[in-house]
Nanobody, 119 residues
Framework: QVQLVESGGGLVQAGDSLRLSCAASGRNYAMGWFRQVPGKEREFVASISTSGSTYYTDSLKGRFTISRDNAKNTVYLQMNSLEPEDTAIYYC????????????????WGQGTQVTVSS
């Protein structure tokens, strides 16, 4: 069982930046971020493999950057030029399979952290 703990969410203004962190209790997992707005489906944001290969949803490329520190078993999501439309609960996920992770079928999820962007 892998425990994932997210942090770094909060209330910011449009145009601001925010960095989310997710610490995992295990290692050697592909890790990623999803987000969900109430009433809508959970949306893939970005993922990173154990070797550092990154994947992004097209609409967020250029504004969001995913990275990881394998020594700390931690993945980060740097979010720049935030927009009110980025308001959501952001969830961290981990999986041995990067494909399954990007499909949203990971067995391991964090509790979520709220990001609110005011206009």
């Amino acid at each position: 069982q892998v425990q994932l703990v997210e942090s770094g969410g909060g209330l910011v203004q449009a145009g601001d930046s925010l960095r989310l962190s997710c610490a995992a209790s295990g290692r050697n997992y592909a890790m990623g971020w999803f987000r969900q707005v109430p009433g809508k489906e959970r949306e893939f944001v970005a993922s990173i493999s154990t070797s550092g290969s990154t994947y992004y949803t097209d609409s967020l490329k250029g504004r969001f950057t995913i990275s990881r520190d394998n020594a700390k078993n931690t993945v980060y999501l740097q979010m720049n030029s935030l927009e009110p439309e980025d308001t959501a609960i952001y969830y961290c996920a981990a999986d041995f399979s990067g494909i399954r992770l990007r499909d949203g079928r990971s067995p391991y999820w964090g509790q979520g952290t709220q990001v609110t962007v005011s206009s």
